[in-house]
């Protein structure tokens, strides 16, 4: 029951009133006592209140008496009906007691030890049992009284040709052999009927013959044919000769096709490539196939039936291809050789191209035969779920593609052999635009050189896309490790091109050392820089492809992982043939790719256990599509190696042009006069010793290096992509370091030695000065934007590994001297002490380097202070043996015994 209320709460505390008259826990009193307590106003307004809700009250008590109203006349117009319907029903179920009671009376009987029988029953069972021994009997009688006279009318009847009626009677003995199955003479009865069947297939046969001839224009004959042999239980043998015989013009065409050839075609071109005719004409071909099985769909509904038109459609299919498929596989390998070795340029991309195609046709071919059982579907005659019919058309489809099964398994070869014939022009050209590159020719030619190879390093990714896409085009997702390796070898193979380009250029750069010196201007240096850019720009593009190559293989994973569900539907729909027992439907379509992942596991995977190796293909696509937690490549390894080495060949060359000055000025440092040059008769000229020629060039052109790296470095874009393959630059400073270690007679020296003398952070402590400036001494200015912060630390890592490099050249070169006077060491002091200038104006930390500053101070030694000083050294710790060294060397340049 509802109570309906004329007025609706306005706030809280109406709202608590109106819950409370619904409320099981309703009393007058709890009711008056929150109306009254709920408001503080005068007596004047609590009298206007109860008066208010008395009269809501008085509401709503008046509508609740309406509604019982309401439903006691409902409830009285309803008792009368529940009355009389009871009532009937009362009368029936008397009426069923006295019927049961009736057939009981009636029915039983007693036999001798008292129990019940129901003889009507047994007498039902009796007559029944009478009837079947009687329609038995008078089949029998039936067949041995007819049987002599069917066998004298069917000679007549076929010496008439009366096949209609020969037929009938056929049918007529079959059915009596069978009811007389038990009397004498089986094997002659049976002998009978097979003579006469074979008589009237005899005759049948050019009857059936000249119905498939002109089906085409009539097909009554070959439905009288189809009801003829339907009534002799031979309808395979009908549909056989029908399936032969459809694809008549199909086979014409096939056979008939002759590639037209082009003579000039031929003597211009080297591959002799003419198969590719045939791949083109290949469509066309599939395209006639549709169209007959198109044609076929109506007219085996028409004579078949529809509910075998779809395995009629199949038949069809598969004796189209059946006779065709070892001139199909001749004519594959005519166009591509399944062997590397001989492969013709360009021809496995002919082959890729054929096999789409095909793929696309059995795409559309599956679509019709689908179609054609999903129209009987859905009129409700079929019977069975389509998994069979599945089945068939999977089979079908591996006949078809067979031919291409050895190119799919030899993906990695042959695509590796495909790409190799393809970037062969690439590579000649990248060979031949460093080809006249030298000092000699001028700048224009390293210009031109660079801008060549800028244009042709990119080259390589529109080739190993479209490996990519063959692969998952042949392949389907299987043998995944051996198609990476290929792109992967593809990608080494031309960086490695672009290594030796760039290390040719070097190399003519630097062939006449001081003519670069002479001629050196910061363009040469921008040169340089681009390629460094190039190799940045080619790192970063490599990143995306694997970015790329991640969600191909992720997406065809799960597209392998579709068809194992798809596959594990039909296996079980094949276990419950029929449709009611399953929930399987036929798919109305397949498209390329799924047609492919079928192919795919049948030609690539694991042929013992299909299942397991589609498994572990689908595991191994996810596993590569990861990106590893480190964010290092695992998809191209050699790749990544051989990015590295590019890199290093154009940290190499940015070096040898950068460096070529030092490198003139210091080639005769060693054989320099002022090193043996003894002393002035008046000691207060060393005061006047000043800096020699070759440092002060060599300290102009440090700081001259500044102003050619800052234009490179102020596009952050430039910047950007150069800083991609900025690891390791220090590594062009080893060499003068290991060269002046071996020099010094350090012995026992490693890597790590050489590395800590190098870097000088661990040797601050152990030399004599230090005027090293530190992190917080080359700090920039506050204010400074990003991208001038950027552009300082791009130029300032050259400067440091050039800075290193011109270091050691200097060290390896004092280690050879032959003699060092004290006008020797004063002139080597004062040479330092220009570059510890130099090299602090410079504003790079580490340097000056500490051995510059200590070598500065080593010469200023008295000989007493430098044995004393030598003496201190701890030869058992490595690095101060290494210092001990070279300190050794000088006191003995200096003609200082040191035991």
Not at 597 to 614: H, I, K, R, S
Request: aromatic share 6%.
């Amino acid at each position: 029951m509802s109570l309906s209320t004329s007025t609706v709460p306005s706030n809280p505390a109406e709202d608590r009133l109106s819950s409370m008259l619904s409320s099981p826990n309703f009393s007058v009193a709890s009711y008056l006592n929150l109306a009254l307590t709920s408001d503080n106003s005068s007596p004047e307004q609590l009298q206007r209140r109860m008066a208010e809700l008395a009269l809501q009250l008085q509401l709503q008590t008046q509508a609740c008496h309406e509604d019982i109203g309401r439903i006691g006349a409902e409830l009285q117009a309803i008792m009368p009906r529940c009355a009389a319907d009871v009532g009937r029903l009362g009368v029936g179920l008397e009426g069923m007691k006295v019927d049961a009671q009736t057939l009981l009376e009636t029915t039983t009987v007693h036999n001798e030890e008292g129990e019940a029988l129901s003889g009507s029953l047994e007498t039902l069972s009796t007559l029944h049992a009478l009837q079947s021994n009687l329609s038995k009997t008078k089949d029998i009688l039936t067949a041995a009284a007819t049987w002599d006279s069917t066998i004298a009318s069917i000679s007549p009847l076929l010496a008439e040709q009366n096949l209609n009626d020969a037929v009938d009677a056929l049918s007529q003995l079959e059915h009596g052999e069978r009811a007389l199955q038990g009397m004498p003479q089986k094997d002659d009865r049976q002998a009978e009927i097979a003579k006469i069947r074979t008589q009237v297939q005899v005759m049948l046969q050019p009857q059936l013959n000249h119905a498939l001839q002109n089906m085409s224009s009539r097909l009554g004959p070959l439905q009288q044919c189809v009801a003829l042999y339907s009534k002799l239980d031979k309808m395979d043998s009908l549909q056989e000769e029908y399936v032969k015989n459809r694809p008549g013009e199909i086979h014409k065409a096939w056979f008939g096709f002759a590639p037209a050839i082009d003579t000039a075609a031929i003597e211009a071109s080297s591959s002799n490539n003419n198969d590719s005719g045939f791949i083109a004409w290949l469509p066309t071909w599939y395209e006639k196939v549709l169209s007959l099985l198109t044609e076929e769909r109506r007219q085996s509904s028409t004579v078949f039936g529809a509910e075998m038109a779809p395995e009629v459609l199949v038949l069809v299919l598969k004796e189209c291809f059946r006779p065709i498929l070892p001139s199909f596989e001749s004519r594959l390998k005519s166009t591509c050789s399944a062997d590397p070795s001989t492969m013709k340029e360009g021809a496995f991309e002919s082959i890729c191209t054929a096999y789409e195609s095909t793929l696309r046709f059995l795409s559309l071919a599956y679509e019709l035969i689908a179609a054609s059982f999903l129209d009987v579907a859905e009129s409700g005659n079929q019977t069975t779920n389509g998994a069979g019919l599945f089945d068939d058309i999977k089979e079908v489809s591996l006949q078809v593609a067979s031919p291409f099964a050895k190119y799919m398994q030899s993906f990695d070869q042959l695509e590796g052999k495909h790409s190799e014939m393809a970037t062969q022009l690439v590579s000649k050209d990248i060979q031949q635009c460093v080809g006249n590159v030298s000092v000699g020719n001028g700048l224009e030619a390293l210009q031109d050189a660079t801008e060549r190879l800028k244009g042709l390093a990119p080259f390589v990714f529109p080739l190993v896309n479209g490996a990519l896409d063959r692969f998952e085009l042949m392949s389907g997702g299987f043998l995944v490790g051996e198609a990476l390796a290929a792109v992967d070898q593809i990608l080494t193979d031309h960086v490695g091109e672009m290594v030796i380009s760039i290390r040719t250029l070097s190399a003519a750069m630097t062939t006449d050392n001081d003519k670069l010196a002479d001629l050196f201007d910061e363009q040469y240096v921008l040169c340089a820089m681009d390629l460094l850019k190039m190799a940045g720009k080619f790192k970063r593009d490599l990143g995306g492809f694997e970015d790329g190559t991640r969600k191909r293989l992720t997406m065809i994973a799960g597209r392998l992982e579709d068809h194992s569900k798809l596959k594990l539907e039909v296996e079980e729909a094949k276990l419950s043939r029929s449709k009611k027992s399953s929930a399987f439907t036929l798919p109305d379509s397949l498209s390329v790719v799924e047609i492919d992942a079928v192919l795919a596991e049948e030609f690539c995977g694991d042929q013992e256990n299909p299942e397991d190796g589609t498994i572990a293909a689908v595991s191994m696509l996810k596993r590569l599509s990861t990106v590893p937690e480190d964010d290092q490549s695992v998809l191209y390894p050699k790749t990544e190696d051989s990015i590295q080495r590019l890199a290093n060949s154009c940290h190499s060359f940015i070096f040898d042009v950068c460096s070529a000055v030092p490198k003139k000025q210091l080639r005769d440092m060693s054989d320099m006069p002022a090193w043996s040059e003894m002393s002035e008769a008046n000691p207060m000229d060393s005061y006047g010793t000043l800096p020699q020629q070759y440092v002060t060039l060599i300290g102009e052109h440090m700081l001259a290096l500044v102003q050619a790296f800052e234009p490179f470095a102020d596009d952050p874009e430039t910047l950007s992509l150069a800083n991609e393959v900025m690891d390791k630059v220090r590594d062009v400073a080893v060499q003068p370091w290991n060269e002046f270690v071996a020099t010094a007679g350090v012995i026992g020296s490693s890597e790590s030695i050489i590395n800590t003398l190098m870097v000088g952070n661990d040797i601050t402590g152990l030399v004599l000065q230090n005027s090293a400036l530190t992190e917080e001494d080359a700090a920039f200015e506050e204010g400074i934007s990003d991208a001038e912060k950027a552009s300082a630390i791009f130029c300032n890592v050259w400067l440091d590994a050039i800075g290193l490099a011109v270091t050691g050249k200097m060290l390896e070169k004092i280690m050879r001297f032959s003699q060092l006077t004290p006008k020797g060491c004063e002139h080597l002091s004062a040479d330092f002490n220009y570059l510890i200038n130099v090299f602090s104006a410079l504003g790079v930390a580490g340097h000056p380097h500490p051995f510059i500053s200590h070598i500065a101070a080593l010469a200023m030694f008295s000989d007493g202070e430098l044995k004393a000083h030598i003496d201190t050294r701890n030869r058992g710790d490595p690095i101060e043996g290494a210092l001990r060294a070279v300190e050794v060397r000088i006191a003995l340049l200096r003609g200082i015994s040191v035991d």
